[in-house]
DNA sequence: CATTTAAAATTGGTTAACCACTTTTCATGT
DNA sequence: ACATGAAAAGTGGTTAACCAATTTTAAATG
């Protein structure tokens, strides 16, 4: 799963223009699960457009499961009918880019999940990597600097102890924006970060005695603020 | 957000040692937040890799907000210092492929959250884009076909009604591997189909009625049989 | 010596040519 | 008529050339 496709760009709109074309194409000419779509070359010469937006097109609608390239033959129809493609493509098409709100929802989300699962499924492995991260968060704390890298590294492996590889690729992928965010709306004060050190272990602790509801009680604890803030925004 | 960098594809062994060795590379030179990458004809040429390759390669980085490129002037790190970038590229480099059992438990997680914002959230022209997919449901079990799309719609509607535009996005994002792996193993079977139209019709009147608490138990008893499977395999 | 400025080199992005392979076409032989 | 097979056309993928804009360099100017 790459993805990627989902990343902003300049070309978004060209390429979300020629994701509609070829919805008409296929509705128009009635291409049902198996059929071949013209070529890569003949469509950018009918929709006036270079290739490699084309390319670019097909490989979305491809990672979204509804087309299927094959190399040297030709793309092809996924064995999905012309309803749910209609439909998933109006999806794809109005897709928002997210928004710091809805970010922060998921994140939290997948944070009190991970951490039940995490209690569960986690290896020593998986301890011994939260243990490191743990371990450098509080070190940056006690000399005053700024830990917002290993405040989330602490989050990140929980989400991979957790044995979830969909939720943890999830996770990597809100990471940045939840970032970039929190720098832009100081959200994580200095106030609180020796509290967060304190809330931080007792997460581990509580993952380690594999005690699930403590662990996702503390971290609700550890979301608080963060609750109140998303909802004041 | 374009998930698309998250597909699969074979040249990714070769795209991931070259993230290795772009990580190798910014821990060797001690490039901090701002500074800037050899361009990526050098890379190239330094990894005996094609430039394609190498651009793959930030592309992706630059997904997970961990380099930023800027035309014609070069490719940057990201205001993320030397520790989150190891690790989250670590993180990267040991995500796996998602498993089916990943992708259910994550849909689930989802679907219960999505099912409590829609029945807060949802708007007029919500109501009415989930009443078309679930009469298009209706009818097509009625005439006893196979509904697997129009199933899939109904719950796509739902995730949009939520009004989290990073849930409906990663709604999509999981929808065809689900679809594929349960026509893979006839998760749906025909038996149950006019029982889900009840279950269906309840849980969009819960949300009509804006009853949290049903809506999300009415889609609990819609995903027993989910669960159970899941649990499984 | 400092400042300006223009030209050359460098950059990420884009386009066009090329490649290996598949599919179709159609002439040939039976 | 039909089967055979080779050649031509067509395919998605890859590589190399090109582009516009930036950055660096260094020469010209005061």
Redesign the interface.
């Known amino acids: 799963?790459?993805?990627?496709?989902?990343?902003?760009?300049d070309n978004k709109k060209i390429q979300n223009s020629i994701i509609k074309k070829i919805k008409e194409l296929i509705n128009y000419k009635n291409l049902e699960p198996g059929d071949k779509l013209p070529s890569e070359r003949m469509l950018s010469d009918r929709f006036n457009v270079s290739r490699s937006n084309v390319r670019f097109a097909i490989?979305?609608l491809?990672?979204?499961?509804?087309l299927k390239s094959i190399p040297q033959s030709g793309t092809f129809v996924?064995?999905?009918?012309v309803?749910?493609m209609n439909?998933?493509i109006n999806?794809?098409l109005?897709?928002?880019?997210?928004?710091f709100k809805?970010?922060v929802?998921?994140r939290i989300?997948?944070e009190l999940?991970t951490v039940k699962l995490a209690a569960i499924r986690r290896t020593d492995e998986d301890l011994k990597h939260m243990k490191e991260?743990l371990d450098?968060y509080s070190e940056k704390i006690m000399n005053k600097e700024n830990a917002?890298?290993?405040d989330?590294?602490f989050h990140?492996a929980i989400a991979?102890a957790s044995?979830?590889?969909?939720?943890?690729?999830?996770m990597?992928?809100?990471?940045?924006?939840i970032?970039?965010n929190f720098?832009k709306y100081h959200v994580c004060d200095k106030n609180q970060a020796f509290l967060a050190i304190k809330e931080h272990a007792e997460i581990y602790e509580a993952i380690k005695n594999q005690d699930t509801m403590l662990a996702k009680k503390k971290m609700k604890i550890h979301f608080k603020m963060l609750y109140q803030y998303c909802y004041n925004i």
């Open positions: 799963m790459d993805l990627q496709v989902l990343a902003v760009s490989q979305k491809e990672f979204f499961g509804l996924a064995n999905i009918g309803i749910a439909g998933m999806d794809i109005s897709l928002d880019q997210p928004d809805s970010l929802e998921t989300l997948f999940k991260t450098a917002v890298q290993e989330l590294l990140l991979k044995g979830n590889s969909t939720m943890n690729t999830f990597l992928a809100i990471t940045p924006e970032i970039t720098e």
